[in-house]
Structures are given as C-alpha cells and as structure tokens.
C-alpha cells in the first residue's frame, strides 16, 4: 500500500513580505499592513511582531508605537498580492505530482511516492530555494502523512529557526515529540472555544489529542474533531482538492471611505460593486438568477438613526451580464433608498447559480437575452484585465469620493506598466 505525504507550503507573514519585496531599505524596517478603510492591522512583519504590535489592533491605538520605533504603515495592495500568489502557486505546481491552492498563501502538496526520488527535507529546502529564488517570497515547509499532521510541521518550521523552514514529520516518534510541546489549541481545526472544553476533559496538548479514544471523542465532541484525532495519528482522512469547490454565492461589498448621504453617490456605489461581481462571475463561468442588495448606516453610533435594509430580486433569465444585473441592481435601490441617513457600508450578493446554457426557462415567458452580450462581455473583461485600459458603465460616475481609504497604498509594482520600478 502507497504512503501518503502532504507538504503544507506557507509564505512568511505574506502581505507583509510584498511590501518589502519591493523595497530594500524596509528590509529590516517593521512593516504592517492595514485593513479596508485602514482600519486594522491585518499582517505584520517579523520585526513587528517583536514590538507586540497585535493582529486585529486598531491603527490609532499605535500611533505611539510607529512614531517611537519607525514603523512603516501600507494599505491593503490586493493586487500585488495575488500576483505575487500566483507566481507562488506557479513554481509549486511545476514541483509537485499534485497541488491544492489552499488560501493566497498556503498550499498542500501531493508528495506520495517523491521520498522514493530524494529525501523529503532535501526536496523541501529546494522547493524553498527556488521560490525564493524566483519570487523573492520566503516559504515554510512541512511534510507529514496526513493534512493535519502536515499544518503543525508547517508551524514548526515557522516556529524553530533551526529547522531552516522545513520540517520533515514523517517519523512517528517525531510526531509524537512534536505534539507533546504544542498545545491543543494550535492543533489545525480546533478553535478557542473547543480548546477550552478539550482541556476541561484533560486534553491541554496536541498528543493528548492524539492519545485521546476516537469514538469517545466522536460521543463527546463530534465526527470532525474523531476525524482530527485519527489525522494526528498519521491517518490520512482529508484528501487534496485540486479544484476549488464552485461559490454558491458572490459578495462584492465594501465599507465607504466617507459616509454616503445622496442617492447619487449610493448609486455610482452599487453599479460599481455590481459590476465587480458580474466580473467574478464570468470568471467562474455561472450565471446568477438572484440579486441581493444591502445598505447599512453605522450601527455602533446610537445618536445617529439607524437604517438597515436588504432586498432581493430574481431575474428572467440567469445572466452574466454586466448590464442586466445594474439595471436590477438599480430598481433595488430605488426602492430601498431613504433620505436623511448617513450610509456607511452597502454591497451586492449573486446567487442561485447556474451552468451557461443549461437553466429551464418558463414556457410561457420568453424573454431571449441581448443579442452578443457574451462576446461583449468578454471583450470588456479582457480591456479591464490587460492593464491598458478600463471600461466601465457611465452609471458608476468617475468622482467616488466615497471610496475606500487607502492612504498608505504602494504601487501596483507587478500589473501596472506605470508602476514598474525603474532601477536608476
């Protein structure tokens, strides 16, 4: 019977490190990277996470940390980081039989049958080398015969700086020694609140867990954490997806930079989220037959009035079509919208999906759709993606004053010709 081997590959504080790729003289600089609107911190560099600078910390409560210490603040730059992802996920799929993408900064590999070519550390500290190589981005690598096995190899390797990033865990009595010094809360799966009753029954580590009788915990708990227990003990039961689930629903929603009060900045708003879901739409090749939209005022400030609505409609037919959706879009709004309320957060939900060119239309309704929408729609993705151009529904505006802040945003350095460094 085969051995199964997982490697869990994981890029080192990755938000942070795309901002310093690009910035030599930040190479020791603490570096944290905030979230919509630049609210929270949401990455942090190695050298931050020594000043004590907390995930989740608001940005105003370190002002005094970053004025005494210099650190260096950036606004989400998602373009950047799903480049640089992609370039990632790249060199790892030309490297191993089988790869599922399993965030935009973790991947499980398939390595079934390669210790059988080159000893596993070895062709973890290559598999390394070269993604640092090519892509500047510092990984860590843990292998092990299950997926859940494979996540806390991954964590020590991050964790023990004589690993040199990669932790082979294939070896039983390693494991086992492993698990003893880990606690039960960093076990994959396994959530503060299941820690907490976990150590009520006497289960603190990762190998109590592991020692723990399966269909006692399955009594006790449930099939997902007797699933874990036998995944601790070297049972593989999660296996590699390499093609992502299909979404059943797509979300396109952002907080304002500054509070919407008109009707009209609230409709450049939603035919812009709505737009951007259309796009993501055609790129899972669905088209969508319910529409959401959703406005809401600042639920936290009780000497403002409070509006909160949300509504939905289904179309005749399901679509892609970036037009058909704003026009419902659209009608939703108007519906929906009240005067004298200060807006700070709206969105647009796309579900009830469906194949192209299979949905049973009503025999008594006939409403065909536009004549050469797909290949108009296609030619509007591929302008907006090259990167030359961008076309957009004149109903989105062109001053969105409302707009997301980002005052620290460094330069699309990989997808904008404009933005390219220039070496002087």
């Known amino acids: 019977m085969a051995t199964t081997t997982f490697a869990l590959v994981d890029c080192n504080n990755f938000y942070a490190s795309c ?155 390693r494991q086992r020694r492993l698990m003893a010094l880990r606690p039960v809360a960093e076990v994959w799966g396994i959530g503060r609140r299941l820690a907490q009753r976990l150590r009520a029954d006497g289960i603190d580590t990762a190998l109590d867990l592991a020692r723990a009788d399966p269909k006692w915990i399955r009594r006790h708990y449930s099939v997902v954490v007797e699933r874990t227990v036998r995944e601790l003990n070297g049972e593989s039961c999660l296996a590699l997806e390499e093609l992502a689930p299909g979404k059943k629903q797509i979300i396109c929603s952002r907080s304002f930079g500054q509070r919407i009060t008109t009707f009209q900045e609230m409709r450049a708003a939603i035919c812009q989220y709505t737009s951007r879901a259309a796009e993501k739409l055609r790129g899972e090749q669905r088209l969508a037959k319910m529409l959401t939209l959703f406005m809401r005022t600042n639920r936290f400030n009780r000497n403002e009035p409070q509006y909160l609505p949300s509504s939905s409609a289904e179309l005749p037919l399901p679509t892609d079509d970036t037009r058909e959706l704003v026009a419902t879009a659209i009608r939703l709004l108007n519906a929906s919208w009240r005067d004298g309320y200060r807006y700070m957060k709206a969105g647009i939900m796309l579900s009830d999906f469906y194949p192209p060119g299979v949905y049973q239309p009503d025999l008594f309704e006939h409403t065909p759709p536009r004549r050469d929408a797909r290949a108009l729609m296609s030619l509007l993705d591929t302008i907006n993606r090259s990167g030359k151009g961008s076309i957009f529904l004149a109903s989105q505006g062109t001053q969105n004053h409302w707009a997301m802040k980002r005052e620290h945003l460094s330069p699309a350095y990989t997808t904008r010709w404009s933005d390219l460094p220039r070496v002087k």
Request: aromatic share 6%; with cysteine.
């Open 19 to 173: 901002e310093k790729l690009f910035r030599p003289d930040l190479k020791k600089r603490p570096v944290v990277v905030l979230s919509n609107n630049d609210g929270c911190v949401v990455a942090r560099s190695r050298e931050a996470k020594a000043l004590g600078i907390e995930m989740g910390v608001p940005l105003f409560q370190i002002q005094p940390l970053i004025r005494r210490h210099g650190v260096v603040v950036f606004s989400s730059n998602y373009a950047l980081y799903a480049d640089l992802s992609a370039r990632v996920m790249s060199i790892l799929e030309a490297e191993a039989p089988q790869v599922e993408v399993y965030s935009i900064d973790e991947a499980f590999l398939d390595l079934s049958g390669v210790a059988n070519a080159v000893a596993l550390e070895r062709f973890g500290r290559r598999l390394r080398a070269r993604v640092q190589r090519c892509t500047g981005i510092t990984v860590c690598v843990g292998m092990a015969p299950s997926k859940t096995l494979a996540k806390l190899a991954n964590h020590a390797a991050k964790r023990y700086p004589a690993t040199g990033g990669v932790v082979d865990l294939t070896d039983p009595q």
